[in-house]
């Protein structure tokens, strides 16, 4: 699967994070008819294998594995049918894990230093994380000694200021909680989710090439 050329496609992913989630097959077609193809399952939802596993056959689907901090959560991941894996910071096992796999792996940087590490270990893109923190122009000034690097904006990205990051150089963006609250996860409001999608569908859909 060749994740730049998915997440250049559709410009966005969707996090979803929650205590419970009865429904996994529901949410990913949500997602999938709203426009967000590309869903991530943290590892912080109890038994996210399982659940990957579940919505791994939703037709359309890109599913992969977010929060994976250790080996056996890289192979647990895989193995369940992530078709990619997420960090919130640099890993190296799980880098090392996924390459070895040959799976597309997208670890978690901040500062310049951590973004060229990232690359060292074999990232196929780099999460910027937290982005809110730094701002849509921080895209930029990595841009300039890192150009053609494929950043992933994450943390604080809403319909509101999605296209910013786009438009400073990010190749995509996060939606999170504000698509897929854990609450709306835990009680399968799938309306709601799918009008909350199609919003930041939209927005994202209006940020300059």
């Known amino acids: 699967m060749d994740l730049i050329a998915e997440l250049s496609a559709w410009r966005s992913l969707c996090i979803i994070r929650a ?5 996994p097959v529901g ?25 990957i596993e579940q919505a791994s056959k939703v037709e359309g689907l890109v599913l992969g594995a977010g929060t994976v901090m250790t080996e056996q959560n890289t192979r647990d991941a895989i193995n369940a049918g992530a078709k990619f894996l997420l ?8 880098a090392a894990e996924a ?8 670890l978690g940087a901040m500062t310049p230093t951590e973004v060229f590490t990232a690359l060292e270990l074999g990232a196929t893109a780099v999460k910027v994380f937290p982005a809110a923190r730094m701002g849509p122009a921080y895209f930029k000034d990595l841009h300039g000694p890192y150009p053609g690097i494929p950043l ?15 438009e400073a150089g990010a190749l995509a963006v ?9 609450a709306l996860a835990a ?4 309306t709601e989710i799918a009008l909350r999608a199609r919003e930041f569908v939209d927005a994202v859909a209006t940020a300059r090439p």
């Open 87 to 94: 960090t919130p910071g640099l890993r190296p096992e799980v």
């Open 187 to 190: 009680e399968s409001r799938l």
């Open 174 to 182: 996060t939606a999170g909680s504000g698509v897929v609250s854990p």
């Open 19 to 23: 205590d419970a989630m009865p429904d």
């Open 152 to 166: 992933v904006a994450t943390g604080g990205i809403t319909t509101a200021n999605a296209t910013e990051y786009l």
């Open 27 to 51: 949410i990913g077609s949500t997602l999938v008819e709203a426009g967000l193809p590309i869903v991530e399952f943290s590892f912080t939802t109890p038994d996210a294998p399982k659940l």
């Open 99 to 106: 390459v070895r796999q040959d799976i597309p792996i997208v």
